[in-house]
């Protein structure tokens, strides 16, 4: 039993399984190189093997035995990592971090250009910093830097080993001889010049080695040492520093302490974007918070220039430390998901989601808002059970959020989440919180964009709700006393047409769009017309043929629509470039506007704007709020430039305007339902409604024929409004452009048209038939009933008069005649 103890391979209590041998470096080194896993974590590493059976040499076990040594007591972040040993009869076992040697690595650097310049000045950077710790911290030298001394890990790092020829500065300077021959080339030019040695410094050798290294990193492996004269492969800002570094007097090459002081310097090989980066989240830790979100918010900017590996290993897990154990805040998100793509799906799911969680919980603002601007880098990887149970409760509550730039996100956020949300949370609370937003929300842009979102996430709907909600939503829409969402709502209704019956189209669509053919707005009433005109044309269509019913219908009952009728959506109905196609809503902080009631009192666009008949450029207010980012000015098209033929457009929901939201166009419904053309002229707001027009309304008063002076008087009241009549329309349009500024609150409410009751604005449901177009009642115009109201006390006064008359002058005889 004993004997079997003493006699086993110790090499099976070494924990990692050694794999495949790494070509090419076993001719540069004593050690051959191999691919190797933990045992029980199957993490990868690096095992380097020194066969002592096979080598017979003394000398060489003896480098090997010093190489092990030195790797473990030496430790720093550009030294390579010892993990564990084994040495047994016939073999030297040493594991580290896993790398490849340089030699291989730099073949494989297919970029050119500025990310290799970065990247290559990074690992020359490192490896200075590794021989400044050797030579000045450690004194020590290193006596074998080229490019098959230094290995890279998986982050990109460069890390200096081959430890066996290193010793102290103040020993022999005499460089040692080294095995195998082929080290030689990188010998300095002293080690045959005894004369010079006298010159050497601490140093000295290893910035020789440091010169040949810089070469061979732009040039590859060296084979001849006259190709060191070649110089025009290395940048123009090392040129001068590497002349240095291969001068042929040891005392003239610098310390590796100054080359980095002077490399880091503005202009400098050091300094870079990738240098100064990956730096300041070295030392992280003792910076304050304001640095951090400023290094933060600027990193997104520079990753596309960084090697993915470097970004993938390196930058990213320091960005998931930084935020989850210490203050970096809000910030470190975009970066942070911008490379999270990077992952291997199962990474992702390990590193990424958990964090991505836990954020969502945050009751910060500005933290929620940065989730849900960045919403679509992260949640295609995230599963549907996760979403519907832990992100979307979350995100739902941003709908009832006081601050209008998060309401406005979180809608927007719908468009990633619909496709992996449940029944419930799409069909009924996604909804629900939609018709609540668009009825009362006091934001126009926050209205508009609730329509676009809903038009956008419609394939994804329950087809029995999808034809319930659609139509009355959109209708809705279309009379939504805010131009931009007029639009929304008529373009919706294009874009959705699939999933309408005809007889639906017939009866419900087309009289509501008709009403917007006259709507005062040019940016309304054109893409108004167009989609009537393919309504119409899809109608007759399959009036001339019936046969095409069906098909015309196929998607209306579907989940998915048929590719066969795709064709008739928008191109731009793609999730990934959604969201630049919302409208940016203006500031409705410009004055006070109470809450959405029944009676909507707003200014009329005409009062703000001498010219509205184009939607124009202007500023994002609802997303300039103090607390939150701000967002850039964007400049959109004109929600009418579409082309001659192009009626559903995909730019429907970009649409800006310089109209104030919270001062929505007065749009009068008439008795039937639909909407009217309001002038939108002052304080007329409909001409037809006019009080001279409305004493046309009047029948003559003649109830008392006896008296001929109240009947002269009649007579000519009817003479005179008879001969207005002619000239009255012609009177009505020139004052339009005449009347002066409601200048205050109180007479813009004394003129405005009550239309939000007539529409049903604020009911927080899309039932079936509450937004029926031709069927709802309409309340008086405040105007009218004031005139009407007025008329009747006059006729009341009137017959008050004739009886007084009567009753002084006695009854009238039978068959007397007045004179």
Same mark, same amino acid.
């Given at each position: 039993?004993?004997?079997?103890?003493?006699?086993?391979?110790?090499?099976?209590?070494?924990?990692?399984?050694?794999?495949?041998?790494?070509?090419?470096?076993?001719?540069?080194?004593?050690?051959?190189?191999?691919?190797?896993?933990?045992?029980?974590?199957?993490?990868?590493?690096?095992?380097?093997?020194?066969?002592?059976?096979?080598?017979?040499?003394?000398?060489?076990?003896?480098?090997?035995?010093?190489?092990?040594?030195?790797?473990?007591?030496?430790?720093?972040?550009?030294?390579?990592?010892?993990?564990?040993?084994?040495?047994?009869?016939?073999?030297?076992?040493?594991?580290?971090?896993?790398?490849?040697?340089?030699?291989?690595?730099?073949?494989?650097?297919?970029?050119?250009?500025?990310?290799?310049?970065?990247?290559?000045?990074?690992?020359?950077?490192?490896?200075?910093?590794?021989?400044?710790?050797?030579?000045?911290?450690?004194?020590?030298?290193?006596?074998?830097?080229?490019?098959?001394?230094?290995?890279?890990?998986?982050?990109?790092?460069?890390?200096?080993?081959?430890?066996?020829?290193?010793?102290?500065?103040?020993?022999?300077?005499?460089?040692?001889?080294?095995?195998?021959?082929?080290?030689?080339?990188?010998?300095?030019?002293?080690?045959?010049?005894?004369?010079?040695?006298?010159?050497?410094?601490?140093? =000295?050798?290893?910035?020789?080695?440091?010169?040949?290294?810089?070469?061979?990193?732009?040039?590859?492996?060296?084979?001849?040492?006259?190709?060191?004269?070649?110089?025009?492969?290395?940048?123009?800002?090392?040129?001068?520093?590497?002349? %240095?570094?291969?001068?042929?007097?040891?005392?003239?090459?610098?310390?590796?302490?100054?080359?980095?002081?002077?490399?880091?310097?503005?202009?400098?090989?050091?300094?870079?974007?990738?240098?100064?980066?990956?730096?300041?989240?070295?030392?992280?830790?003792?910076?304050?918070?304001?640095?951090?979100?400023?290094?933060?918010?600027?990193?997104?900017?520079?990753?596309?220039?960084?090697?993915?590996?470097?970004?993938?290993?390196?930058?990213?897990?320091?960005?998931?430390?930084?935020?989850?154990?210490?203050?970096?805040?809000?910030?470190?998100?975009?970066?942070?998901?911008?490379?999270?793509?990077?992952?291997?799906?199962?990474?992702?799911?390990?590193?990424?989601?958990?964090?991505?969680?836990?954020?969502?919980?945050?009751?910060?603002?500005?933290?929620?808002?940065?989730?849900?601007?960045?919403?679509?880098?992260?949640?295609?990887?995230?599963?549907?059970?996760?979403?519907?149970?832990?992100?979307?409760?979350?995100?739902?509550?941003?709908?009832?959020?006081?601050?209008?730039?998060?309401?406005?996100?979180?809608?927007?956020?719908?468009?990633?989440?619909?496709?992996?949300?449940?029944?419930?949370?799409?069909?009924?609370?996604?909804?629900?919180?939609?018709?609540?937003?668009?009825?009362?929300?006091?934001?126009?842009?926050?209205?508009?964009?609730?329509?676009?979102?809903?038009?956008?996430?419609?394939?994804?709907?329950?087809?029995?709700?999808?034809?319930?909600?659609?139509?009355?939503?959109?209708?809705?829409?279309?009379?939504?006393?805010?131009?931009?969402?007029?639009?929304?709502?008529?373009?919706?209704?294009?874009?959705?047409?699939?999933?309408?019956?005809?007889?639906?189209?017939?009866?419900?669509?087309?009289?509501?769009?008709?009403?917007?053919?006259?709507?005062?707005?040019?940016?309304?009433?054109?893409?108004?017309?167009?989609?009537?005109?393919?309504?119409?044309?899809?109608?007759?269509?399959?009036?001339?043929?019936?046969?095409?019913?069906?098909?015309?219908? *196929?998607?209306?009952?579907?989940?998915?629509?048929?590719?066969?009728?795709?064709?008739?959506?928008?191109?731009?109905?793609?999730?990934?470039?959604?969201?630049?196609?919302?409208?940016?809503?203006?500031?409705?902080?410009?004055?006070?506007?109470?809450?959405?009631?029944?009676?909507?009192?707003?200014?009329?666009?005409?009062?703000?704007?001498?010219?509205? =008949?184009?939607?124009?450029?202007?500023?994002?207010?609802?997303?300039?709020?103090?607390?939150?980012?701000?967002?850039?000015?964007?400049?959109?098209?004109?929600?009418?430039?579409?082309?001659?033929?192009?009626?559903?457009?995909?730019?429907?929901?970009?649409?800006?305007?310089?109209?104030?939201?919270?001062?929505?166009?007065? *749009?009068?419904?008439?008795?039937?339902?639909?909407?009217?053309?309001? =002038?939108?002229?002052?304080?007329?707001?409909?001409?037809?409604?006019?009080?001279?027009?409305?004493?046309?309304?009047?029948?003559?008063?003649? %109830?008392?024929?006896?008296?001929?002076?109240?009947?002269?008087?009649?007579?000519?009241?009817?003479?005179?409004? =008879?001969?207005?009549?002619?000239?009255?329309?012609?009177?009505?349009?020139?004052?339009?452009?005449?009347?002066?500024?409601?200048?205050?609150?109180?007479?813009?409410?004394?003129?405005?048209?009550?239309?939000?009751?007539?529409?049903?604005?604020?009911?927080?449901?899309?039932?079936?038939?509450?937004?029926?177009?031709?069927?709802?009642?309409?309340?008086?115009?405040?105007?009218?009933?004031?005139?009407?109201?007025?008329?009747?006390?006059?006729?009341?006064?009137?017959?008050?008069?004739?009886?007084?008359?009567?009753?002084?002058?006695?009854?009238?005889?039978?068959?007397?005649?007045?004179?």
């Amino acid at each position: 039993m004993m004997w079997s103890f003493f006699s086993r391979d110790s090499a099976k209590d070494f924990p990692y399984e050694i794999g495949e041998q790494v070509q090419g470096f076993e001719h540069h080194s004593i050690w051959s190189l191999h691919r190797a896993k933990r045992k029980n974590s199957n993490e990868e590493v690096s095992v380097f093997v020194y066969e002592i059976s096979k080598n017979a040499s003394e000398a060489k076990l003896e480098l090997a035995k010093a190489s092990v040594k030195r790797l473990k007591t030496l430790r720093h972040p550009s030294i390579l990592q010892f993990l564990d040993s084994l040495e047994t009869d016939k073999m030297l076992y040493v594991a580290t971090e896993s790398v490849e040697p340089l030699g291989n690595h730099i073949n494989q650097l297919s970029s050119e250009g500025p990310q290799k310049d970065l990247y290559l000045a990074w690992g020359v950077f490192q490896i200075t910093r590794a021989l400044s710790f050797l030579n000045n911290d450690g004194n020590l030298r290193h006596n074998n830097v080229c490019i098959w001394s230094v290995f890279v890990n998986a982050s990109g790092e460069w890390k200096l080993g081959s430890l066996e020829y290193v010793s102290a500065v103040d020993g022999n300077p005499m460089p040692p001889v080294k095995i195998p021959p082929a080290l030689e080339i990188y010998d300095p030019p002293e080690k045959n010049e005894p004369s010079k040695l006298k010159a050497s410094t601490k140093c =000295s050798v290893d910035m020789w080695g440091l010169g040949c290294l810089v070469w061979e990193s732009f040039n590859g492996p060296l084979k001849v040492r006259s190709n060191l004269k070649d110089i025009d492969v290395i940048p123009k800002s090392l040129q001068s520093l590497y002349c %240095e570094l291969v001068g042929a007097l040891p005392s003239n090459r610098p310390n590796p302490a100054d080359i980095i002081t002077r490399c880091r310097k503005p202009g400098g090989f050091f300094r870079n974007d990738l240098v100064d980066s990956l730096l300041f989240l070295e030392e992280i830790q003792i910076k304050d918070k304001a640095e951090k979100n400023r290094f933060f918010s600027g990193l997104a900017n520079h990753l596309d220039n960084f090697p993915d590996n470097v970004c993938k290993h390196k930058i990213l897990p320091q960005l998931i430390t930084a935020y989850e154990y210490g203050d970096a805040g809000s910030a470190v998100l975009a970066p942070m998901f911008k490379l999270g793509k990077l992952l291997e799906e199962a990474d992702y799911q390990k590193r990424i989601v958990p964090c991505v969680v836990k954020l969502f919980s945050s009751t910060d603002r500005v933290t929620r808002s940065r989730l849900l601007q960045q919403i679509e880098l992260f949640i295609p990887h995230i599963l549907p059970q996760t979403v519907n149970d832990q992100i979307f409760p979350q995100v739902a509550h941003g709908f009832l959020d006081t601050n209008a730039t998060i309401r406005e996100q979180t809608v927007k956020s719908i468009i990633h989440l619909a496709p992996k949300l449940n029944y419930n949370n799409l069909n009924v609370e996604v909804l629900r919180h939609f018709a609540r937003l668009q009825a009362r929300d006091d934001q126009g842009g926050i209205r508009t964009n609730t329509t676009v979102c809903l038009g956008k996430i419609a394939p994804h709907l329950h087809p029995q709700v999808r034809q319930r909600v659609l139509v009355s939503a959109f209708i809705r829409a279309m009379r939504d006393p805010f131009p931009p969402a007029r639009v929304a709502g008529v373009l919706a209704l294009a874009a959705t047409q699939q999933y309408f019956l005809l007889s639906e189209i017939a009866n419900r669509v087309l009289p509501a769009l008709c009403s917007l053919t006259v709507d005062p707005e040019k940016s309304v009433r054109d893409p108004a017309f167009k989609t009537v005109k393919g309504f119409l044309g899809k109608l007759e269509k399959v009036s001339e043929d019936p046969s095409l019913r069906e098909t015309m219908e *196929a998607d209306v009952h579907t989940a998915t629509p048929s590719i066969g009728n795709a064709a008739a959506t928008w191109a731009g109905w793609a999730v990934t470039a959604v969201t630049a196609k919302f409208y940016r809503s203006q500031s409705d902080s410009s004055r006070p506007r109470p809450p959405m009631t029944g009676r909507n009192l707003s200014k009329p666009a005409s009062l703000e704007q001498p010219s509205s =008949s184009s939607l124009s450029t202007t500023t994002s207010s609802v997303t300039s709020m103090t607390s939150l980012e701000h967002e850039s000015n964007e400049t959109s098209a004109s929600a009418s430039d579409y082309g001659q033929n192009d009626w559903d457009n995909e730019n429907w929901g970009e649409m800006d305007t310089s109209q104030d939201p919270s001062s929505p166009l007065a *749009a009068g419904t008439s008795n039937n339902g639909q909407m009217k053309a309001p =002038s939108a002229l002052g304080e007329v707001k409909d001409g037809w409604d006019n009080e001279e027009w409305g004493s046309l309304e009047e029948d003559p008063v003649g %109830e008392d024929q006896e008296e001929e002076e109240d009947e002269q008087q009649l007579i000519v009241g009817d003479t005179m409004k =008879s001969n207005e009549l002619s000239t009255n329309i012609g009177s009505l349009l020139n004052n339009c452009n005449n009347l002066s500024p409601i200048r205050d609150e109180q007479q813009l409410q004394e003129h405005h048209i009550n239309n939000t009751t007539n529409a049903n604005w604020n009911s927080d449901s899309w039932a079936d038939g509450e937004f029926e177009p031709i069927e709802e009642p309409l309340t008086g115009n405040p105007k009218l009933d004031e005139a009407r109201r007025k008329r009747e006390e006059k006729k009341l006064q009137r017959q008050r008069e004739l009886e007084a008359r009567r009753s002084q002058k006695g009854p009238m005889k039978l068959g007397a005649r007045k004179l």
